[in-house]
């Protein structure tokens, strides 16, 4: 199994790309963008109140211990 799960995917072309991903143990979503070869960055989603976004149907219960 796969920890991170893309859930929506955007390109602008071939020099960017950016994609929302899921980690399915946690259900916490982070946004990655990329920009041609060059390394991107990573950040989770947060909401209004600055708290991880989070979504619980996406997280795997075989494996969640929290």
Do not use: A, C, H
Not at 24 to 47: A, E, F, M, Q
């Amino acid at each position: 199994m796969r920890r991170f799960k893309v859930i929506y995917s955007q390109s602008n072309g071939l020099w960017s790309k950016q994609e929302v991903l899921v980690d399915t143990k946690t259900g916490i979503n982070y946004l990655s963008v990329r920009y041609g070869g060059y390394p991107g960055g990573l950040t989770p989603l947060l909401d209004r109140e600055g708290k991880p976004t989070v979504t619980p149907e996406y997280i795997e219960r075989d494996d969640y211990e929290g």
